[in-house]
């Protein structure tokens, strides 16, 4: 489950409840009805190859349910997971935070960002994929030299001889 919530960015809750009549193996996606939904609407699922793997993990587990047996991840089942991983304040939703943090710093544009994940606003999806610093070093990059070939052109030579006349 954790594996599916980092290839797809679902919630717990949709996991769980994820059947396989919501499932399309040669299209490759799921949804989630609007009723499943905390914005109230229906979430597309593409499967990327990680999610496609997994989902067929699943084939053959159980009749109606993808992730059968599964009721939802007990505290103390995952916090002596994190603990043993040696991973500390961590939130089953924060698997959220960490798919659509890959996205942006992978370049998925915002508005697909959204709907990739349901979500009803921009805010919301800046609010959830937090950036590191590293994706602005290309940014910062790009006008990397154009204050030397500005110090260095005539037109700044110029002023600074004018500046040296009075």
Do not use: Y
Not at 70 to 87: E, H, M, P
Not at 111 to 126: T, Y
């Amino acid at each position: 489950m954790v594996r599916f919530a980092l290839a797809t960015g679902l919630r717990q809750g949709n996991i769980i409840s994820l059947e396989w009549s919501q499932v399309d193996m040669i299209a490759g996606r799921a949804w989630m009805h609007a009723d499943q939904s905390k914005s109230g609407n229906a979430i597309p699922v593409p499967f990327n190859s990680d999610a496609r793997e997994i989902i067929r993990e699943q084939i053959g587990k159980h009749e109606r349910l993808v992730f059968a047996g599964w009721k939802g991840i007990s505290q103390d089942v995952w916090k002596g997971a994190l603990k043993r991983a040696g991973i500390e304040r961590f939130r089953w939703h924060d698997l959220r935070h960490t798919w659509a943090s890959w996205h942006m710093q992978s370049g998925t544009d915002l508005n697909a960002l959204l709907e990739l994940g349901g979500w009803s606003c921009i805010e919301m999806v800046r609010k959830c994929a937090h950036l590191g610093q590293q994706h602005l070093l290309d940014h910062a990059e790009r006008i990397a030299g154009l204050g030397t070939k500005l110090a260095q052109s005539p037109v700044t030579s110029l002023a600074a001889k004018r500046e040296e006349v009075g």
